[in-house]
């Protein structure tokens, strides 16, 4: 609506589906974010086409992007030095953004399910501590394998314990800072998240804790599956 107006379905072109790509890169969009949102827009078009039965071709189908991917910039890993003085930073600090951030360390989870968590989804009386990573009204998951439990152990269980013991009588969203019936700010959470993390002289994302925990499984040996 924003590139082309309140244009009807019927005189959306495969030029115009270029002319959005080549606006999306001159924005400043990464290759990758580009060919996302095409995928959503395209979903969207070939429900239209079958429903309404319509004599269309999707304009948004098989889009060549030029250099997809080549653009990704690497978000690197936390060595072991970073990762305690992070965990012990937030041990120090011991808010809701610290227990967000150390809620990561050791989950291997993407910051908006983390965000978007309600306590409803910690589980801290069982034998095996674990946290139920799933869709909620207010916060989706990127796939369907996305879904799945998690357990709980060192920075992420001692963050699990911190956001149970501190919930007020009623609260239902692990971060009520961040999260609604309506919305999940996950966006916001990360810009905060991710700058008290450069000021420890750390320069990675909370994104990089996910690319971290991914390498120590596989230092360690465990199977791709787990």
Known sequence: MEFLGDREF??????DANAFVVHGLNKGSKTTTVSRQVSTIKAVFNVAIIEKELAKTNPFLRLRIAGLGEDA??????DS???????????REDDDIRWLIALQIDLGCRLGEAVGLSLSDFHMSDVAPYLSIRPHSWRSLKTKSSKRDVPLTGA????????VESAHKGQIY?????TSAEECKATHASNTANDWIRSLGID???HSLRHSLRDRLRNCGAPKSI
């Not at 692990?174 to 961040?178: C, H, K, L, Q, S």
């Open 73 to 78: 910039v690497s978000r690197g890993t936390l």
């Open 204 to 206: 990675r994302t909370t």
């Open 156 to 163: 992420s269980l001692w963050a699990a314990r911190r956001i």
């Open 10 to 15: 019927d005189e959306v072109t495969r030029a």
């Open 174 to 178: 692990a971060f009520p800072r961040y």
């Open 81 to 91: 030095t970073q990762l305690n003085t992070l965990y012990a930073e937030c041990r």
